[in-house]
Every structure is written in C-alpha cells, then in structure tokens.
C-alpha cells in the first residue's frame, strides 16, 4: 500500500519527472478534493508552489497555506500570522490541544487522548522504567547521584559518615572556591544585579548572576581562545 507522502512517487509513475518551474523550483503536487490520503491520479494535480498557495489561500485552509509560505520563505510576520490564524480555527472547531479542559476531558474519557493512549500501553514516559529519571537513577548516571555532585545532600551525609576525610575534602573545596570568588568580585553575593551590565569581550547586554555565570571571565569567547591557543 502507498504511503501518503508517497504522491509525488505516484505522479511521477503516471507521467514521469516533475518538473520545475522558471525559477528552478520544483512544481507542487495538489490535492483536488483536500483529502491527502485519497492518491488516486484523478485527484492529483501539478501546479507551481505559489498557485499551491493561493488555492489553499481561497478555501482559508490556514494551516497549509503556513506550511507552504515556509517552503516559499515568505516574511516572518505572514508565516506568524498564518500560524495564529490556524491554531484559532484549530480551536474553535475542538481539534487544538489546549482547547479547553472540556475537549481534552472528552477525548480521555473515549480514550483518545495521546497520553492517555501511552499510559494504557505502557510507553508513557511517567511510567516505571520508561521514566528518563528513573532509568538514569537505576544505571548511576543521574545527575543527582553523581559523586562529585556537593549539593546531593543524600552524598553529603554519607561522605560525613562512612567518609569523613571526602567530606572535609569538599568542605574545605567549596569554602576555597567561594572565598575566591568573593576576592576576584564574581560571587554572587558581592554583585549587584539590579543594573544592566555589559560584557566586555562579546557585547552581551544583560542583568542578574546569570552574567557572571556565562560572560566576563566565564564567556564562552575567552575559553574559545583559552582553548586554541
């Protein structure tokens, strides 16, 4: 059986290659009747991408016209305005999912809705070992059960008991690494961060720690040349 998207194949089995348009663009194969899953050759008909456009654009079919206007690249603000425009039909007929709690109530209630499908079947990544949480907890690879991670406080009453030296250890690490930062100005508590700020070596504008984390000696433009040199 022919798959959907498979009716350029079939067009181009009744009457050979699909050819291009004066601009060297390939010619679009339309639908006559909307219904993409109806191939049959009768219903296939060849038209150039902006013809495409304007008859989807005539039956205010929005959520095609958006999809060509992408493949034509059109400005930015029509492709925004065509994707509004489709997602309100998309409510106002039901079909939007997040339509209202009514609609997706419904569609749980027959068994329709997509997670509640998954949760049925099992493959619902909150399920057991599906879960992305729970299968890197069960392998060690979590980020919480990461050994060097300080902040595990689970890690950190282990280290105190079993481990006391490790535990001093990064006791006395984080101590060293917040003093520093406090002597080179970089710590968050000798910041102010209700102004904007500049970054010397990329020109980002911005405020919060969120700066010093990422710019100044942090920027990622001074480690690139930390690395190649």
Same mark, same amino acid.
């Given at each position: 059986?022919?798959?959907?998207?498979?009716?350029?194949?079939?067009?181009?089995?009744?009457?050979?290659?699909?050819?291009?348009? *004066?601009?060297?663009?390939?010619?679009?194969?339309?639908?006559?009747?909307?219904?993409?899953?109806?191939?049959?050759?009768?219903?296939?008909?060849?038209?150039?991408?902006?013809?495409?456009?304007?008859?989807?654009?005539?039956?205010?079919?929005?959520?095609?016209?958006?999809?060509?206007?992408?493949?034509?690249?059109?400005?930015?603000?029509?492709?925004?305005?065509?994707?509004?425009?489709?997602?309100?039909?998309?409510?106002?007929?039901?079909?939007?999912?997040?339509?209202?709690?009514?609609?997706?109530?419904?569609?749980?209630?027959?068994?329709?809705?997509?997670?509640?499908?998954?949760?049925?079947?099992?493959?619902?990544?909150?399920?057991?070992?599906?879960?992305?949480? *729970?299968?890197?907890?069960?392998?060690?690879?979590?980020?919480?059960?990461?050994?060097?991670?300080?902040?595990? *406080?689970?890690?950190?009453?282990?280290?105190?008991?079993?481990?006391?030296?490790?535990?001093?250890?990064?006791?006395? *690490?984080?101590?060293?690494?917040?003093?520093?930062?406090?002597?080179?100005?970089?710590?968050?508590?000798?910041?102010?961060?209700?102004?904007?700020?500049?970054?010397?070596?990329?020109?980002?504008?911005?405020?919060?720690?969120?700066?010093?984390?990422?710019?100044?000696?942090?920027?990622?433009?001074?480690?690139?040349?930390?690395?190649?040199?």
């Amino acid at each position: 059986m022919k798959r959907v998207h498979d009716y350029r194949k079939i067009y181009e089995e009744y009457f050979g290659p699909i050819p291009k348009d *004066k601009s060297g663009r390939s010619y679009e194969v339309h639908h006559i009747d909307g219904n993409h899953n109806n191939n049959n050759i009768s219903n296939l008909k060849l038209v150039t991408i902006q013809e495409h456009y304007d008859i989807h654009h005539s039956q205010q079919d929005w959520g095609a016209c958006h999809a060509i206007a992408m493949r034509m690249k059109r400005d930015p603000e029509i492709i925004s305005n065509l994707a509004r425009q489709h997602a309100l039909d998309r409510v106002a007929n039901g079909s939007h999912p997040f339509s209202g709690p009514a609609n997706n109530n419904k569609r749980v209630a027959n068994g329709t809705h997509p997670a509640h499908i998954r949760m049925k079947n099992g493959t619902h990544n909150f399920l057991g070992p599906n879960h992305p949480m *729970k299968l890197a907890s069960a392998n060690g690879t979590h980020h919480f059960k990461n050994k060097n991670n300080f902040k595990n *406080k689970n890690l950190m009453n282990e280290w105190k008991q079993h481990n006391p030296e490790k535990y001093e250890e990064m006791c006395k *690490k984080h101590s060293e690494n917040a003093l520093k930062r406090v002597a080179d100005g970089n710590h968050s508590g000798t910041k102010v961060f209700a102004t904007s700020h500049i970054c010397p070596h990329c020109g980002k504008h911005g405020k919060g720690a969120i700066m010093y984390r990422f710019h100044y000696d942090n920027c990622k433009i001074v480690n690139n040349l930390k690395v190649t040199s």
